[in-house]
């Protein structure tokens, strides 16, 4: 059989025989809390580590298409001012290649290219030897330079009548540049010079 339940006290002045157990919800409620807060921490934390690894494997794995990017704007904007000159633009192509100068500065076949429309397209002389006078400023070969320094002085002896220029010219590449071409080619003028 069953055993006889035994019977409760009776309750005092209205209350139930309940135990209170009033402090366990706080107690659950702060621990539900404090894991939550835990939880969310450790997601943050996660998801700035997984960026960080991700932009260091990107900037590793995908530098090489920066760098296809920078080559392809370049290429664009070469051929938008050879478009233009193409037109017979001469003006406004050399306007195109300083903008390309603009944000690519320093290359030498675009100053090349400038001084070449001044000399051939526009006959505007001066303008061309002072885009050569540039291009002796950038840092280039030795030989190039060389090179860039004779063209100026076939300028200054041809077109602008400047012999003394040139000939100062001319005897910076025989001393300057070594047993390079251009600077045989100095030496070997210079020497018909002092002949003549």
């Not at 706080?26 to 969310?40: D, P, R």
């Not at 002389?125 to 540039?134: L, Q, S, V």
Request: with cysteine; aromatic share 10%; charged share 25%.
């Amino acid at each position: 059989g069953q055993s006889p339940k035994k019977p409760e006290p009776p309750a005092k002045a209205g209350n139930t025989n309940q135990v209170e157990n009033a402090g366990e919800p706080e107690k659950k409620g702060g621990m539900m809390t404090y894991f939550s807060g835990m939880l969310a921490a450790l997601i943050v934390f996660a998801l700035l580590v997984a960026r960080d690894v991700s932009h260091i494997v990107g900037e590793r794995v995908g530098g090489s298409y920066l760098t296809k990017s920078t080559k392809s704007r370049k290429a664009d904007m070469y051929e938008e001012a050879e478009s233009i000159w193409a037109n017979g633009a001469f003006v406004d192509a050399i306007e195109s290649f300083r903008g390309y100068l603009r944000v690519f500065p320093g290359e030498y076949h675009v100053h090349k290219r400038i001084a070449e429309i001044y000399e051939k397209d526009l006959f505007s002389f001066r303008a061309a030897a002072m885009e050569y006078e540039e291009m002796l400023e950038l840092d280039i070969p030795t030989s190039r330079w060389g090179w860039v320094a004779i063209h100026l002085c076939n300028l200054y002896s041809g077109k602008l009548d400047e012999t003394n220029r040139a000939l100062t010219l001319l005897h910076r590449v025989a001393d300057e540049c070594g047993d390079t071409l251009p600077a045989v080619k100095a030496r070997e003028r210079l020497a018909k010079i002092d002949a003549a």
